[in-house]
């Protein structure tokens, strides 16, 4: 880059006119005097040229403004400079980082998109079914895909499930109702869920009446049910064994519940508030405590004891392996904001890692974890792009090798209810 400067065209500056010959006659004896007034008056003149350029190249002094002269008749009229063209919306950091990420294969697991269960191995990511209602949660079973959420309107309170598979063109079975979420149990025979009732009862007049169920899956006979009366809503985290794990509350007032089906529901360990995932075979779970989203892992009944000279991790994001035999989160160590997050893969029964690896990105990257195998897990992460503009990815990430790349993108318009991740 350089800098450099226009010359400009400065106007002529004249004594005057020539004298006509024969108008005056020079007095006698006054050639010298009249030579040196002219040398004067060219000092002057060219003083007073040299001023008036230092004043046109330097802008205005500070002493005021500059009188310029209007544009002679028929001179061009200066035209304003024009604007810059506005430079591209800059991309987000996490943007950025995907785009320095390498592109892989495409996951051979389904996608649900905002209700659409898509195959991202085929051309232009092909729909294999379709539900009308979003805000998805997906869950894969032997018996096919459940499917979870509300009306696409927004404006139905009704929840809405089906089971699709890829091999019939509608759901094998489905409904709606005022259900909470719908869990499965590790045989997938059995699905536990809430149904809100009465709003208070003549005794207990600000208290919810909710019911918990126990029913066949898929056909959703009900086999056992609980009636509780509650001051904040209730719903089902998932199986652990034959019992159920329950979440009561929102916010910083938050506490999980254990029902056994046919007997009592009764709170858990007071530390633990929400429940982040379970395993249902192995009796797992990750409880949150408090209301940071911050996870141990549990068996229920008893705390599963830390590896040596090591304090139990904050686990967030967590996810089972569909044998149970895996779990994997980002983990940090309780209370220690400026260490970095680390993707782990954790064996179960012992806990031990057989996989680790600081994560990536601007955040850093965190999201939705799929553990496919003891070396891959996929992440579903999104962030935005421009202020109207979302990317979504599913990433591969191999904690062993300590390594990642782009299974899956996609950038939109808008934003997305829900990406999810399910076996086939």
């Given at each position: 880059?350089?800098?450099?400067?226009?010359?400009?065209?400065?106007?002529?500056?004249?004594?005057?006119?020539?004298?006509?010959?024969?108008?005056?006659?020079?007095?006698?004896?006054?050639?010298?005097?009249?030579?040196?007034?002219?040398?004067?008056?060219?000092?002057?003149?060219?003083?007073?040229?040299?001023?008036?350029?230092?004043?046109?190249?330097?802008?205005?002094?500070?002493?005021?403004?500059?009188?310029?002269?209007?544009?002679?008749?028929?001179?061009?009229?200066?035209?304003?400079?024009?604007?810059?063209?506005?430079?591209?919306?800059?991309?987000?950091?996490?943007?950025?980082?995907?785009?320095?990420?390498?592109?892989?294969?495409?996951?051979?697991?389904?996608?649900?998109?905002?209700?659409?269960?898509?195959?991202?191995?085929?051309?232009?990511?092909?729909?294999?079914?379709?539900?009308?209602?979003?805000?998805?949660?997906?869950?894969?079973?032997?018996?096919?895909?459940?499917?979870?959420?509300?009306?696409?309107?927004?404006?139905?309170?009704?929840?809405?499930?089906?089971?699709?598979?890829?091999?019939?063109?509608?759901?094998?079975?489905?409904?709606?109702?005022?259900?909470?979420?719908?869990?499965?149990?590790?045989?997938?025979?059995?699905?536990?869920?809430?149904?809100?009732?009465?709003?208070?009862?003549?005794?207990?007049?600000?208290?919810?009446?909710?019911?918990?169920?126990?029913?066949?899956?898929?056909?959703?006979?009900?086999?056992?049910?609980?009636?509780?009366?509650?001051?904040?809503?209730?719903?089902?985290?998932?199986?652990?064994?034959?019992?159920?794990?329950?979440?009561?509350?929102?916010?910083?007032?938050?506490?999980?519940?254990?029902?056994?089906?046919?007997?009592?529901?009764?709170?858990?360990?007071?530390?633990?508030?929400?429940?982040?995932?379970?395993?249902?075979?192995?009796?797992?779970?990750?409880?949150?405590?408090?209301?940071?989203?911050?996870?141990?892992l549990v068996r229920v009944g008893r705390t599963v004891p830390p590896p040596p000279s090591e304090s139990p991790p904050c686990m967030r994001s967590p996810a089972f392996s569909a044998d149970g035999?895996?779990?994997?989160?980002?983990?940090?160590?309780?209370?220690?904001?400026?260490?970095?997050?680390?993707?782990?893969?954790?064996?179960?029964?012992?806990?031990?890692?057989?996989?680790?690896?600081?994560?990536?990105?601007?955040?850093?990257?965190?999201?939705?974890?799929?553990?496919?195998?003891?070396?891959?897990?996929?992440?579903?992460?999104?962030?935005?792009?421009?202020?109207?503009?979302?990317?979504?990815?599913?990433?591969?990430?191999i904690p062993i090798l300590q390594r990642c790349e782009v299974a899956w993108r996609s950038d939109v318009e808008r934003s997305f209810a829900a990406v999810s991740v399910v076996q086939p």
């Amino acid at each position: 880059m350089y800098w450099g400067v226009t010359p400009r065209r400065h106007d002529t500056i004249s004594s005057g006119p020539e004298p006509v010959s024969g108008l005056f006659r020079r007095p006698p004896g006054l050639a010298v005097p009249i030579a040196v007034a002219m040398v004067a008056l060219m000092l002057l003149v060219g003083t007073a040229a040299y001023a008036i350029v230092r004043i046109r190249d330097d802008g205005p002094s500070s002493a005021g403004p500059v009188a310029t002269s209007p544009p002679s008749p028929g001179s061009p009229s200066p035209q304003p400079s024009p604007e810059p063209s506005p430079s591209p919306t800059a991309k987000s950091a996490m943007a950025q980082f995907l785009d320095s990420l390498p592109v892989g294969a495409p996951p051979t697991q389904r996608l649900v998109v905002d209700g659409q269960v898509i195959d991202p191995s085929r051309a232009a990511d092909q729909v294999i079914r379709s539900v009308a209602f979003t805000r998805t949660i997906a869950t894969s079973t032997r018996h096919g895909t459940l499917l979870q959420g509300h009306a696409l309107d927004g404006g139905d309170p009704t929840y809405h499930w089906a089971l699709v598979t890829d091999t019939s063109p509608e759901a094998v079975a489905g409904g709606s109702g005022d259900y909470g979420v719908i869990r499965v149990n590790a045989a997938e025979t059995r699905a536990a869920y809430t149904r809100h009732d009465t709003n208070g009862t003549p005794d207990r007049p600000d208290d919810d009446v909710i019911t918990v169920e126990l029913a066949t899956f898929p056909e959703m006979q009900v086999v056992a049910r609980q009636r509780l009366s509650m001051t904040q809503p209730t719903q089902v985290s998932g199986f652990v064994g034959t019992r159920v794990l329950m979440t009561r509350g929102d916010g910083g007032d938050v506490a999980t519940l254990i029902w056994t089906p046919g007997g009592a529901v009764r709170t858990a360990d007071r530390a633990w508030t929400s429940t982040a995932a379970t395993e249902p075979a192995g009796s797992w779970a990750v409880v949150n405590q408090g209301d940071g989203g911050c996870g141990i892992l549990v068996r229920v009944g008893r705390t599963v004891p830390p590896p040596p000279s090591e304090s139990p991790p904050c686990m967030r994001s967590p996810a089972f392996s569909a044998d149970g035999t895996l779990v994997a989160a980002f983990e940090a160590p309780i209370q220690a904001d400026d260490v970095p997050t680390l993707l782990r893969m954790r064996e179960l029964p012992g806990g031990g890692v057989i996989g680790e690896m600081p994560m990536p990105g601007p955040s850093p990257l965190q999201g939705e974890i799929t553990v496919v195998s003891p070396e891959e897990v996929l992440i579903v992460t999104s962030d935005y792009i421009a202020e109207d503009r979302m990317t979504y990815a599913v990433l591969r990430c191999i904690p062993i090798l300590q390594r990642c790349e782009v299974a899956w993108r996609s950038d939109v318009e808008r934003s997305f209810a829900a990406v999810s991740v399910v076996q086939p």
